[in-house]
């Protein structure tokens, strides 16, 4: 009997122990069908959106994203589905949807990826870069305001002046003794 009771307690601990290794990778698998979104403006008239689970991994699929916004004066956008974009992964953007001012956006996953975020984005126009201001090319004046190369050739020949006279003078010192 004994025998039989260690066999029964092996079994239960062994189930025990299977059920406790299991608990967690239920509860992983209840919260990877759930996102985090954060929704934000694109500082004109888009938004950006960063989707992760909510444990805080990176998403590594591409999931559908649905906004919807209501903006001044009752102006509504969407439905509108989000592209993923190639800055990175779980990063989506609506590009320019929106008009200036003031709204709520809000951002919906449908399951089995279920998550709902939502921001208050404020739009701008965009806006263009300055035009670039003309560049004056100048062209070299000759030999006006500046020296040229020729001081740089005076002084290569006073150099080599100066060398052939001291080789002419260690070379007569070694003659006369």
């Known amino acids: 009997m004994t025998g039989v009771r260690k066999v029964l307690a092996a079994v239960v601990v ?4 299977t059920l406790f290794a299991a608990a967690p990778v239920a509860a992983q698998a209840a919260q990877a069908d759930k996102l985090k979104l954060v929704v934000a403006g694109d500082g004109a008239e888009g938004v950006t959106i960063q989707a992760t689970y909510t444990d805080g991994r990176r998403l ?26 190639p800055e990175g992964q779980g990063f989506y953007s609506s590009g320019p949807v929106l008009t200036a001012g003031t709204w709520k956006v809000t951002v919906n996953s449908p399951a089995p990826l279920s998550g709902k975020a939502t921001a208050t984005v404020q739009a701008r126009a965009a806006q263009t870069p300055p035009a ?9 004046a000759d030999d006006a305001g500046g020296a040229g190369w020729w001081p740089f050739a005076a002084a290569g020949l006073v150099l080599v002046a100066l060398a052939m006279v001291v080789a002419m003078l260690f070379g007569r010192r070694r003659t006369t003794t």
Do not use: F, H, M, S
């Open 60 to 85: 590594d699929q591409v999931v559908r994203l649905v906004l919807t916004a209501t903006g001044p004066d009752g102006q509504k956008v969407g439905p509108v589905q989000l592209e993923p974009q």
């Open 132 to 140: 670039p201001e003309p560049v004056a090319v100048n062209k070299p």
């Open 14 to 17: 062994g189930l025990a122990l």
